[in-house]
Nanobody, 122 residues
Framework: QVQLVESGGELVQPGGSLRLSCAAS????????MAWYRQAPGKRRELVAE???????NYLESVKGRFSISRDNAKNTVFLQMNSLKPEDTAVYYC????????????????WGQGTQVTVSS
């Protein structure tokens, strides 16, 4: 089983910056995809950014140019650098990793972090 630990969320003023991190530990073969999702009160959870092991990235249109996703494969960690934050970015942010197990019995599955609160307000 894999364990995910998220950190970095906090209260920040509009225009400010934050960096979120999500570190994976446990037994697994590989992590082909790492992603960040967010969910605001009363809204559906949405994909913010994702990155593959090959470095390909995909972003939610509203965060393009402001957010940047990256990964450190040696440390099994994914980051989300958030700049020029807006009040509408306020949400609980979750990391999600696609995990390839060392055994075919377990196979491939999604692993979710516990979530970290990001609040953008004056």
């Amino acid at each position: 089983q894999v364990q995910l630990v998220e950190s970095g969320g906090e209260l920040v003023q509009p225009g400010g910056s934050l960096r979120l991190s999500c570190a994976a530990s446990g037994n697994f073969f590989s992590i082909p995809t790492m992603a960040w999702y967010r969910q605001a009160p009363g809204k559906r959870r949405e994909l913010v950014a994702e990155i593959t092991s090959g470095g390909n990235t995909n972003y939610l249109e509203s965060v393009k140019g402001r957010f940047s996703i990256s990964r450190d494969n040696a440390k099994n960690t994914v980051f989300l650098q958030m700049n020029s934050l807006k009040p509408e970015d306020t949400a609980v942010y979750y990391c999600k990793l696609v995990i390839v197990s060392k055994t075919t019995i377990v196979g491939v599955y999604d692993s979710w972090g516990q979530g970290t609160q990001v609040t953008v307000s004056s």
